[in-house]
Structures are given as structure tokens and as C-alpha cells.
């Protein structure tokens, strides 16, 4: 399992927090370690002061308070405070937690508490993230989480009133809003607010190169090796019958093909649901990254004589699509629970997500992935880290640090991108040949031994643009690698003809490359081993952390 917090080493839900461990030498029950910084309680911090206008907010008086002991926090101390008038939101290393007063007197219930080192109100300064307190007169999207989802509507109002514009609300704990920094100190002083932190975009995790000639071709003179299952040693599993027969995986992207049961890709027939979050509801492709990504999980190769197949090509899919047309973006709700919840209802039990953004912290986001994994033990979350490895300081390495949210999630399978087997057809070239589809675009990989390697003949190695661990608190991620060099799949009817790719096989598949092609191929592998505990080992609820152990620790170490 990556370091940090899981499931199996936890005592109540510390995953969900808005706060975050930012050094592991801790003197037990005098230090708050929050994202903004260190603080003693009994020295709250004032980061507010420089803000414009007046804060009309008595802190003494409101719910919220940080609690903090002077020994582990554990499920006796939880009940305390619930005894006392408290609910418990969240853990604050060191050895404290955010509650909410739900009883008259709670506060002073708590001079009756053993071990209690000391209280301090939840106050405005504590919930701004620094990026946010960095604002210049520009407006910005936030990414608002609240303590409880009943009071979203009021929240939203307050927000409005605050200055915020753009409020954008759905079912859960977190919004979106456009703020100005004049109205920062306002939305601070909401009550109900858990944190605020800009919002950084999401971006599909394909590797976009710069345009070349699509590449027609036969579908006899395949290898076997193009749909990157080879490598993976599918090809044992599928001997010994297990294909992914009776799993659901949910895939949140850019839609499948005609968003039309009955008229999808001929390979893609064992999709049984659409649902759509941009577009009206619709859940076409119109820009085929998420009709590749549905071929690599569980394409019946039915366009192919059976040679490009995925992972699980006997497992069902509900499909969720995230891509506007209007926009040209991925409309991604600011709360999650909306992709997994339907999903995890309609039966799915593996999620898989090749999308996030470059900002390597535990943003909302990935608090979230967390939040459901641990309400829902047996749905395994997986995203993809990301495109963003590169050698700026030229050293002939892939520097560390570039895994992007919301792969930065404790709890998700996180998956970067190693090398294909393909030495015909897609692209052909070096690293330092490859050049990203960019104006005035140069190889960001121009450094020996880099330069000179093929970017798809060594499934020993890691692709160059894989994102790199660790996290910036300090934790192993991504979890594993998977092909994503020059991986063929499913191509979307309802994109252009020049929306090739990586190249264009025939009208039928295309290539493509990037963490996003890795991850789908993973998803495939954790139906499949679903597939075998459910029906080898007789397990009715496999835990997502269990088949998320096998995948890890039976993989091959690169």
C-alpha cells in the first residue's frame, strides 16, 4: 500500500480532513499542523489582518473549534465528545480534531474531559488557502468544501451576499464560486465553510504530440502487443477463464462514441449505461479520448478478428460523460459524489478516471476519492497521475514531484504510464524526437540516455511523460505503472477525421499515449481480479484495498 492514511490503519474517518500532515516530528498535543501552517493553540494565527473591510464575526461564539489532547486521539475520545455536545469532523495533526458545538454548554463540557490540551475557534484564517490569500485583483474559481451537505443552500446564499459570483452547487459537500480577494475575508467568516482553495483545471491524461500524418494499415499485420494487454499478461488470466464476466467498471471521460445503446462501436456493446454531465445529459464523444479509454478496459475486439481487445472484455460499463462541447472542457462537478454515487449504485465496483490536474497537494478533490473509498470499502478508485514528468534541470532523469490530483488520493490506485511493445504503426520515434503538439513545440526530453530511447520497445521502462512521485507530503504514488505508449483502441464515430491521435489504424482504432491509456488497462486488471475473488476465492465484498494490495504487489518491479 502507498504510505499515508488507509482504511486498515485508522480508527475513524481521517481521510475526509481539509487539513493536512506537514511534518512527521510530533510533539504529542501542542502543535496544529494545518495546510497554511503550523499554529499552537494557544497562539491562533491572524493571516486575515491584511485583508480589506471588517470581519463581523465572533469566533467564541461559533460551532466550530479545533480540540486538541495531549495523547492519541482514539474512538474513546471521539465518544467523549460526542457525550460532551460534540460532532466530530475531522482529524488535525497533532492529536486534535474540528467539532461542531450540536448541544448548549458543549464548550464548557469540555473543562470535564481528561487529556484535553486545549481549545481554539475555527476562525476564517484557518480555511484560506494561501494561493487564495496571493490573489491580485483578478477574479478566481474556488473550490469551496462545507462541514455539512444540509446547509449547501445556505452556504450558497451566503456566498452570493459575500461578493462570490457564479455559484455552483450540486449534491454534496463542495461548490464552486468565482471570488474576488476583496470578498475573501467575507467568505472566510461563513460559517459552515471547511476550506477554500483554488480551483486548478482538469485535463484529460492523453499525451498530445504534434500532428503527423495519420497511418492506415491491415488489421493481419498486427503484432498482438498493440492494445498493451499482452504486456500486462492478460493472456494467462484469459486461459484460465477470467475476463471480467459479472463486473461493472464505471468510466468518467469524455462520453463513448454515439452515446446511443444499441448504436455504439460494434467493440463496445457490453457498455449497459450513459449518463451525462455537460451536453444536455448526452453522453456522446465528440472528442474520442473517452470512447479509447472504454476500448482499453473491456473492448470485445469484435472490429479486429478479436486482436484489440481489453482487459475485461466481458465486463459491463456505465459510462459517465464529463466532456462540454460548448466549452471544450471536462465538466467535472465540484463534488464527486455525484460520479460515484450513481455509479457505485448501478453496481459498479471499480471506477476508473483518466483525467485530474498538474497541482501535486491532498487538494479536495482527492479528499473526496478518499471520503467515498472509505464510506464504500468495496469500490476501488483509480486515476491516472498524470503527463507532466519532465528533465528541467537536464540531468538525463525524469524529475520527481509532478503526480497531479486527484491521484494524489490516499486511498485510489494511482497509475502512471510505462512502455508499450509496439515497434510498427503509431509513432515511431525518440523521446528526444517527441515533441508535444504545442506552437514552436521543442522535445522536453532532449537529455541522453532519454533522448536517444524509443518511446514504445522496452516494457521494462517508464514513458518519459509519466508523472512522478512522491506526493508533496512525503507519500509513494503513483502505485503502479501500466503501458501507455502507443496503445490501440476504440476510435469515436463522432470525432473528425484529422482527430487521430497518435495515428490512425483504420476508421475503426486509433493509437494514443499517456497515463490515460494506463489507466484503463488497469481498470481492466481490477475487474478481472475482482472476477477471481468473487469467484475462485467465493468472497462476496472484496475491499477495494485488498484487490488494490494483489494489483501492487503482484505486479513485476520496473
Known amino acids: 500500500m502507498a504510505q499515508g492514511l488507509s482504511r486498515s490503519g485508522t480508527l475513524f474517518k481521517i481521510v475526509t480532513l481539509c487539513t493536512m500532515l506537514l511534518s512527521q516530528n510530533a510533539v504529542s498535543g501542542e502543535v496544529l499542523r494545518l ?11 491572524s493571516r486575515l489582518s491584511a485583508f480589506s473591510g471588517s470581519l463581523s464575526v465572533a469566533p467564541a461564539a461559533g460551532r466550530f473549534h479545533i480540540v486538541q489532547f495531549t495523547h492519541d486521539f482514539t474512538e474513546v475520545s471521539r465518544k467523549a465528545l460526542q457525550r460532551a455536545g460534540f460532532k466530530v469532523h475531522g482529524y488535525v495533526p497533532d492529536d486534535a480534531v474540528i467539532v461542531e458545538a450540536t448541544a448548549p454548554g458543549a464548550l464548557q463540557n469540555l473543562q470535564t474531559l481528561n487529556g484535553v490540551q486545549g481549545v481554539t475557534p475555527y476562525t476564517p484564517d484557518l480555511k484560506i488557502s494561501d494561493e487564495l490569500m496571493q490573489l491580485d485583483a483578478t477574479e478566481a474559481t474556488v473550490h469551496i468544501r462545507i462541514f455539512n451537505e444540509s446547509e449547501a443552500a445556505q452556504i450558497a446564499a451566503a456566498l452570493k451576499k459575500a461578493g462570490a459570483n457564479h455559484v455552483h452547487t450540486t449534491n454534496g459537500r463542495s461548490l464552486y464560486a468565482k471570488v474576488s480577494p476583496k470578498a475573501l475575508g467575507a467568505i472566510g467568516a461563513i460559517e459552515g465553510i471547511e476550506w477554500a482553495e483554488q480551483y486548478t483545471p482538469l485535463m484529460m491524461h492523453d499525451f498530445q504530440p504534434e500532428a503527423m500524418e495519420p497511418m492506415q494499415a491491415n488489421v493481419n499485420a498486427l503484432s498482438g502487443f498493440e492494445s498493451g494487454t499482452k504486456v500486462m499478461n492478460f493472456d494467462a488470466a484469459w486461459s484460465k477463464g477470467l475476463t471480467g464476466k459479472g463486473q461493472i467498471v464505471a468510466m468518467a471521460d469524455t462520453g463513448v462514441d454515439t452515446g446511443i445503446l444499441g448504436k455504439l462501436h460494434s467493440d463496445l456493446s457490453n ?6 454531465f455537460a451536453n444536455g445529459g448526452r453522453w456522446h464523444d465528440t472528442n474520442g479520448h473517452g470512447t479509447h479509454v472504454a476500448g482499453s478496459v473491456l473492448g470485445t475486439g469484435a472490429n479486429s478478428q478479436g486482436k484489440v481487445k481489453g482487459g475485461a472484455h466481458s465486463a459491463q460499463m456505465i459510462a459517465q460523460g464529463l466532456w462540454s462541447d460548448t466549452g471544450g472542457t471536462l465538466a467535472v462537478p465540484p463534488s464527486l459524489s455525484q460520479l460515484f454515487g450513481p455509479a457505485y449504485q448501478g453496481g ?18 482527492a479528499i473526496q476519492v478518499d471520503e467515498f473509498m472509505w464510506n464504500n470499502p468495496d469500490m476501488l478508485i483509480i486515476f491516472a497521475a498524470g503527463n507532466s514528468g519532465l528533465d528541467t534541470n537536464k540531468d538525463g532523469r525524469i524529475d520527481e514531484g509532478s503526480l497531479g490530483s486527484p491521484a494524489t488520493a490516499k486511498n485510489a490506485l494511482s497509475v502512471g504510464a510505462s512502455e ?33 530511447d524509443k518511446i514504445s520497445n522496452n516494457p521494462n521502462g517508464l514513458a518519459a511523460f509519466s508523472s512522478r512521485g512522491p506526493t508533496r507530503d ?13 496503445i490501440l483502441s476504440a476510435r469515436s464515430s463522432q470525432t473528425k477525421p484529422t482527430d487521430v491521435m497518435w495515428g490512425a489504424f483504420n ?4 493509437y494514443a499515449g499517456g497515463t490515460s491509456m494506463a489507466t484503463p488497462l488497469t481498470a481492466g486488471a481490477a475487474a478481472v481480479v475482482r472476477e477471481y475473488l468473487v469467484k475462485v476465492r467465493g468472497m462476496v465484498k472484496p475491499s477495494a484495498a485488498l484487490i488494490k494490495g494483489i494489483l501492487m504487489h503482484t505486479a513485476t518491479d520496473l
Not at 348 to 365: E, I
Not at 474 to 486: E, L, Q
Open 35 to 45: 495546510k497554511n501552517g503550523n499554529v499552537r493553540v494557544q497562539q491562533p494565527s
Open 474 to 486: 512525503g507519500r509513494i504514488k503513483p502505485d503502479v505503472v501500466a503501458p501507455g505508449t502507443n
Open 348 to 365: 459498479a465496483r471499480v471506477h476508473t478516471n483518466s483525467w485530474g490536474s498538474v497541482r501535486n497537494a491532498y487538494d479536495n478533490f
Open 420 to 452: 508499450n511493445y509496439v515497434t510498427q504503426g503509431g509513432r515511431q520515434v525518440t523521446w528526444g524526437q517527441m515533441k508535444p503538439n504545442t506552437p514552436n513545440s521543442v522535445s522536453k526530453w532532449p537529455i541522453e540516455p532519454l533522448a536517444s
Open 507 to 510: 476508421e475503426k482504432y486509433l
Open 271 to 276: 457498455v449497459v449505461k450513459g449518463m451525462g
